[in-house]
Nanobody, 121 residues
Framework: QVTLVESGGGLVQAGGSLRLSCAASGSIFSINNMGWYRQVPGKQRELVATITSAGSTNYADSVKGRFTISRDNAKNTVYLQMNSLKPEDTAIYYC???????????????WGQGTQVTVSS
């Protein structure tokens, strides 16, 4: 069993910055991809950014140049630095990790509980 705990959400004015963190704990042998997704009520969850175990990153077009994803493998933690925030970035942000719990066990998706980000205009 793996638990992901997110932190860093909150209320910020447009143009401001926030940094989200997500730390994994529990039975972990390795973590492949890490990522951030977001969801607005009534809409589907959408990808924000992902980072592979090798450090390759991928971003949604809407956040390119404003958000930066990074990871600390020693701490099993993924970060999302969000700059130049816009009201349309308001959503619940979820972290995701593809976790291998043991050397000979299958990988599976693990999700955090979500953290609210609200950007006021």
């Amino acid at each position: 069993q793996v638990t992901l705990v997110e932190s860093g959400g909150g209320l910020v004015q447009a143009g401001g910055s926030l940094r989200l963190s997500c730390a994994a704990s529990g039975s972990i042998f390795s973590i492949n991809n890490m990522g951030w997704y977001r969801q607005v009520p009534g809409k589907q969850r959408e990808l924000v950014a992902t980072i592979t175990s090798a450090g390759s990153t991928n971003y949604a077009d809407s956040v390119k140049g404003r958000f930066t994803i990074s990871r600390d493998n020693a701490k099993n933690t993924v970060y999302l630095q969000m700059n130049s925030l816009k009201p349309e970035d308001t959503a619940i942000y979820y972290c995701n990790m593809v976790v291998r719990p043991g050397r000979y066990r299958y990988e599976y998706d693990s999700w955090g509980q979500g953290t609210q980000v609200t950007v006021s205009s």
